[in-house]
């Protein structure tokens, strides 16, 4: 989950509102677009050949595969693992911890001022097929770089860090997704 939430931290980043100006109110429009949406998708690529699912559906629903034989379904602060068929509700505490990892969530204090003065705005590119604008900054050590369509959603976002580098790739943005828990 830690994994997920860097991206989601990531994401999060991407607004706050019309107040901040340049590269760094991009990302805030880009992450207040984020945040509207009703719905998206995203797959995460990361080293080693690791992928990573996650579908979104407004206000609190995620279905997240961290691995083929592994879903987790949260609703709410209910969150449920399913491995091998077998259904798990996980205990309130543990359930809330998860739910709290996955939300969209604005960096605060000293890790917004390093975001604002490190954040810049690179040459607009043509990402599969449509213009995208793109953004870096640095954060802790970690380099990423975000790619932003025209309706302010993010499209890719590159993560370099000690690691090695992950690939997010957001779409299907307000297209119903339907998640329940399992069994229902």
Not at 134 to 139: D, G, I
Not at 158 to 170: A, E, F, M
């Amino acid at each position: 989950m830690k994994r997920l939430s860097s991206v989601l931290a990531g994401a999060a980043l991407l607004g706050a509102g019309p107040a901040f100006a340049g590269a760094f109110g991009s990302l805030m429009h880009a992450e207040l677009a984020l945040k509207h949406a009703t719905s998206w998708h995203l797959t995460e690529q990361m080293p080693g050949g690791k992928t990573l699912v996650m579908d979104y559906s407004a206000p609190n629903r995620w279905r997240i595969e961290p691995a083929p034989n592994i879903t987790e379904v949260i609703i709410g602060t209910d969150v449920y693992m399913v491995t091998a068929g077998r259904v798990m509700k996980l205990p309130p505490t543990y359930a809330a911890m998860i739910a709290r990892t996955v939300h969209i969530h604005l960096f605060v204090g000293a890790e917004r001022a390093a975001v604002r003065r490190s954040v810049r705005a690179l040459a607009t590119q043509t990402l599969d097929g449509q213009p995208v604008r793109v953004f870096r900054y640095v954060l802790n050590g970690t380099t990423e770089t975000w790619y932003v369509n025209g309706k302010d959603l993010p499209v890719r976002a590159v993560i370099h860090d000690s690691k090695g580098t992950r690939v997010v790739q957001y779409s299907r943005f307000d297209v119903p997704v339907t998640i329940r828990p399992p069994g229902a």
